[in-house]
């Protein structure tokens, strides 16, 4: 299996055992926790007003456990897209490639057809994404004409 290394107290010349290093999980950093609390605090004043404002207070919630959440898993099994409410493995098995989306989004394509969205991941994280996969996944190349040089990008 690709990603095994041999045992710490592994002799020369006796059967090594190897041990299959653990799946790479791909979060939101705990920083953008960090607006989600100036975000309650703001809400608490409004919230405060009315009983039935309270309920203001469940958007923080929901935010927070979306950042907690939402992610990608790669293991020996495929990779699973995890989301607020749910969570869809392809295995290694069904799975074509990756696409970049237009402002750098990351889709599995599966052998199907069909696009899995990856939550969290963008094009920068391409090779970390491709290493974790242990060679499954290729880093796709950009299609020819698609980027310009940087003298002729527009600027905002």
Not at 134 to 141: K, N, T
């Amino acid at each position: 299996m690709v990603g095994r290394c041999p045992s710490p107290g592994a002799r020369p010349g006796v059967a090594a055992s190897f041990r299959v290093p653990p799946p790479a999980r791909f979060r939101m950093g705990r920083t953008a926790l960090l607006p989600v609390v100036v975000l309650a605090v703001c809400v608490v004043p409004t919230a405060a007003a009315s009983p039935w404002l309270l309920l203001l207070l469940l958007v923080p919630v929901a935010v927070a456990a979306w950042v907690l959440r939402a992610g990608v898993d790669v293991g020996e099994d495929g990779v699973t897209a995890r989301s607020l409410v749910g969570s869809r493995t392809v295995p290694w098995s069904e799975t074509a490639g990756l696409r970049v989306g237009e402002r750098g989004a990351l889709w599995l394509v599966t052998t199907r057809g069909t696009e899995i969205r990856l939550p969290v991941l963008r094009s920068r994280d391409l090779p970390r994404l491709a290493a974790a996969s242990g060679g499954r996944l290729e880093v796709p190349l950009p299609r020819p004409g698609s980027a310009r040089p940087l003298s002729t990008r527009r600027r905002r």
